[in-house]
């Protein structure tokens, strides 16, 4: 009953061209134009950054916690069942909402939309997205869907979706607001250099740990800058970054080593902590940052490491376009975001590669046609050659003996050394079970091992009757890769690629793209974000494998 009220709910919006939000809403809040139709009794603070939440409760506890929060919002919207408008949608119009800087999202399922990508791709260039995807673990995924109604596709996917459209994922409601308020406040970065200034030793190593797991530099200051540091800071301190201006550091002290760092163009960014020290001015330091920073157009992050004594300090920083944070792991976290973001702005994505058209589709259909005959869902591997074949993509020849006379001959046409392998869609660790034999160099040879494999195999699975053995001519010693794909029940195809061989599984070597609209720039990415590139490049003097060749296999399964 209730999902056929939805759609007599839906189609009367549809016709009277009103579009609905929900049904299963909480509302929605505009604090520019002092709209409060939730459930809400407190109208959150104003700002610029746009709330979607797929949890009407989660939209209610954060108006609350708002108020005391220091964050201000544009817009909030709690999506509900998403029958008449999607997250997509309201995404796509907050882009060119002029009182939104950021859109973060809370969301327990993502509406299947062809153009997903595409589509938030042309938004990410425009503003940040921030997506909280709950529903990672299992038991996560199957909550959210009893909760929403929807299918909730793998979360890998989620993950190579996300990433591939520019949009960010975050892991915690602290991670989502801390983020947001930094895109809400900063300008971005022109580079990933960044700079710190604290009055605590601990702070500013914790900064640079921070800085090292996420890729940061810290900036080697030039001999100009080393110098004016050099009049700011007593010589028991440091002008090495991270900065330490001493726990009695003045306002001045602070100020004049602000401006130095911030003046130097070798700079991108700067994290200025301050520790409540007796003789530490929250409130005159504070005013110092506001009015350095509004010199120059580079983001600056505020470290507060206390409690009651920086009330006053924050809501000046936050009001003058400065985010605070308690401690330093999360001002070099958000640095990292803003930095991340910046480089997105310059990325020109290529035409998406094209169908090929020197396929020998009769042959392929006929091997599916095939297995599907006999019941299977794995190709055998003589089959999945014969398909790379019928696709234009290299591989090592191999073929199917039902007997030992068979397995003798096909390894003699091949030329020796060859491999044998059980040939089962059953039985896919071969190796664990001796159903692998290497380096066969005579017929007589493969004859013997053809029984010994098929008799390795009986005795590791009794009742599972294998197809036959599998001749494979064997390959020069080289760099093992895995090309494949997998099929999301919500985004379609996926394109895999890492580390082959027996490593496969216990290494997790491995990246994946969305094959809808795949670029030849994002098949160069996703192999860099691999380990195994570094093989293929060349390393510690061993040849470099063809990386051409494999970028060619990756178009081609895509």
């Not at 809400?40 to 409760?57: E, K, L, R, V």
């Not at 916690?65 to 999506?79: A, N, R």
């Not at 979706?161 to 809400?184: I, N, P, W, Y």
């Not at 470290?303 to 000046?316: I, Y």
Request: some cysteine; charged content about 25%.
């Amino acid at each position: 009953e209730g999902v056929e009220r939805e759609n007599e709910l839906v189609a009367l919006g549809k016709k009277y061209g009103i579009n609905i939000i929900g049904p299963n809403s909480l509302g929605i809040t505009d604090s520019h134009s002092l709209l409060n139709a939730s459930f809400s009794q407190i109208m959150p603070p104003t700002g610029n950054i746009a709330f979607i939440s797929q949890s009407g409760a989660m939209m209610v506890a954060i108006i609350d916690w708002s108020v005391t929060s220091g964050i201000g919002f544009s817009k909030i919207i709690s999506l509900g069942n998403k029958a008449g408008t999607t997250e997509i949608e309201l995404i796509e119009y907050l882009s060119d909402d002029d009182e939104t800087a950021v859109v973060i999202c809370y969301l327990e399922s993502i509406t299947e939309d062809d153009d997903f990508v595409r589509t938030l791709r042309k938004v990410s260039y425009k503003k940040p997205v921030i997506i909280l995807k709950s529903g990672s673990s299992s038991a996560g995924a199957e909550a959210a869907s009893s909760h929403t109604g929807a299918l909730a596709g793998s979360d890998v996917a989620f993950d190579t979706a996300f990433k591939q459209s520019g949009v960010f994922r975050v892991t915690t409601m602290d991670e989502l607001f801390d983020v947001g308020l930094a895109f809400s406040k900063c300008p971005l970065p022109t580079g990933r250099n960044l700079a710190i200034i604290t009055n605590a030793g601990g702070g500013g190593v914790l900064s640079v740990d921070a800085m090292e797991r996420y890729g940061l530099d810290l900036v080697k200051f030039d001999e100009e800058t080393n110098a004016r540091l050099k009049e700011a800071v007593p010589e028991e301190g440091s002008i090495k970054n991270p900065i330490d201006v001493l726990g009695d550091a003045p306002v001045i002290r602070y100020k004049e080593s602000l401006e130095a760092v911030l003046d130097s163009d070798d700079v991108d960014g700067l994290v200025v902590m301050v520790c409540p020290t007796a003789s530490a001015d929250a409130d005159g330091i504070a005013n110092a940052l506001v009015e350095g920073a509004s010199e120059f157009d580079k983001p600056v992050i505020a470290v507060n490491m206390g409690g009651p004594t920086f009330e006053n300090a924050n809501d000046v920083l936050r009001d003058n376009g400065i985010p605070t944070y308690v401690f330093p792991e999360t001002a070099v976290k958000v640095f990292d975001y803003l930095a991340r973001f910046a480089a997105v702005q310059d990325r020109n994505y290529d035409d998406p590669v094209g169908a090929v058209d020197d396929v020998d589709k009769e042959a392929v259909e006929a091997i599916f046609a095939k297995v599907k005959e006999e019941e299977r869902d794995t190709l055998l591997g003589s089959e999945a050659y014969a398909v790379a074949e019928a696709y234009g993509i290299e591989a090592a020849p191999i073929k199917l003996a039902t007997s030992a006379e068979e397995a003798g001959v096909l390894a003699e046409e091949m030329e020796f050394p060859v491999v044998l392998k059980i040939a089962s869609d059953k039985i896919l660790h071969k190796s664990d079970i001796g159903g692998v034999k290497v380096g066969i160099q005579t017929k007589e040879e493969a004859e013997e091992v053809f029984e010994e494999i098929m008799a390795n195999a009986k005795k590791a699975h009794p009742d599972i009757i294998p197809n036959g053995v599998e001749v494979q001519k064997m390959m020069d010693s080289g760099i093992e890769v895995l090309v494949g794909m997998i099929r999301d029940a919500q985004f379609g195809p996926m394109i895999a690629f890492g580390m082959g061989g027996v490593l496969v599984n216990l290494l997790e070597d491995v990246s994946f793209k969305l094959a809808k609209g795949l670029t030849t720039e994002e098949i160069a990415e996703q192999m860099e974000d691999t380990k195994v590139m570094g093989l293929l490049k060349g390393f510690r003097g061993e040849a470099p494998g063809d990386i051409e060749a494999v970028k060619s296999a990756i178009i081609r399964v895509a």
